[in-house]
């Protein structure tokens, strides 16, 4: 198994145990994550191939769907 999945496995169970968290508590560990994402699914598709990094994409969206939706609402002044 590659480094990058094994990276993404670990991002995953990262991502699982900040959802355990208060609300209140989950901003910066879950910043972190969001931040660290994409560089996590460039890496797995320059490493296993496209088809892989768009998996990834869509796991990573399906999981923060609402915090995306709000950056973007914010970036385009709608919030």
């Known amino acids: 198994m590659s480094p990058a999945l094994i990276a993404a496995a670990l991002w995953v169970i ?3 145990a ?3 968290l208060p609300m209140r508590r989950q901003f ?3 910043f972190v994550l969001l931040a660290a994402a ?3 699914i460039i890496w797995i598709g320059a490493v296993n ?3 892989w990094s768009a998996i990834g994409l869509a796991a990573f969206i399906s999981m ?3 915090p995306l939706w709000y950056l973007g609402r914010k970036a385009l002044g709608r919030v």
């Open 14 to 16: 990262a991502a699982s």
């Open 49 to 51: 191939g496209w088809i």
């Open 28 to 30: 910066a560990p879950g």
């Open 18 to 20: 900040v959802a355990f």
């Open 64 to 66: 923060f769907r609402r």
């Open 38 to 40: 994409p560089v996590l």
